[in-house]
């Protein structure tokens, strides 16, 4: 079946350093792909998203590039805040777009 | 902007309870889901409703669960009776049925947080 493996966290950083969460899928077809963020506390809301090949998915200063080649929709941000810190997950589509697959959710930490 | 409300927000009950988690999807949307998160691990697919039936359940949707949609508003998910690991954050989420439908993207609840003692 389809499913999704994230980089295990925690990550954590130091303001304005360079983030990359790794996120690859297993799907047939061709899946839209998503990351969410948690907030502590709270629940999940879409960070930022793509739906095809090459699609370039970009919120808040983060970017996810969906790579069909090598499955993989990782994400990055150049230059992370305090206020960053979060649990992110990444996600996928089943080919008929009806069900969402997460990946285990990387705890990213930032210090200032 | 129109968002998906559960309640309650924390619900704490014995062993062998029955609990009902309540939901209100986006208005216009007609597909709705369960999704549950056990502390500090993946967030798990429950069941997918659709059209007043169950589209798709995983192996976690057992027996003792059910989802009803009782009147034109509330989306509901009934644990019959509670075991210690149905303790979890449940998520409700709802998806539209036309231009983002395609996507998949899911609208998501802030979550009833289960706890059972």
């Known amino acids: 079946g389809d499913s999704v493996t994230q980089m295990e966290g925690p990550v954590t950083l130091s303001e304005e350093a360079f983030l990359t969460i790794n996120c690859t899928y297993t799907a047939t077809g061709y899946p839209s792909l998503f990351w969410y963020v948690q907030y502590p506390g709270e629940g999940l809301q879409l960070l930022l998203k793509?739906?095809?090949?090459?699609d370039k998915g970009s919120n808040k200063g983060f970017e996810a590039t969906y790579r069909k080649e090598t499955t993989s929709f990782h994400l990055e941000k150049g230059s992370v805040q305090v206020s960053d810190s979060a649990v992110y997950f990444c996600?996928?589509?089943?080919?008929?777009?009806?069900?969402?697959?997460f990946g285990g959710g990387t705890r990213l930490m930032v210090k200032p | 902007e129109p968002e998906v409300t559960q309640t309650p927000s924390h619900q704490v009950t014995q062993m062998g309870q029955e609990v009902i988690l309540r939901c209100v999807p986006i208005?216009?949307?007609?597909?709705f889901y369960w999704y549950r998160q056990i502390l500090g691990q993946k967030v798990e697919f429950l069941v997918s409703f659709y059209n007043n039936e169950i589209s798709e359940k995983s192996e976690i949707f057992d027996d003792q669960f059910s989802v009803e949609r009782p009147d034109g508003s509330n989306f509901t998910l009934k644990i019959r009776s509670t075991k210690l690991e149905d303790s979890a954050m449940y998520f409700c989420a709802s998806r539209a049925t036309s231009g983002r439908a395609r996507t998949g993207e899911l609208f998501f609840g802030e979550g009833s947080r289960l706890t059972v003692l």
């Open positions: 793509a739906t095809k090949a090459d």
């Open positions: 208005s216009n949307h007609l597909y």
């Open positions: 996600a996928s589509t089943n080919n008929a777009g009806n069900m969402l697959t």
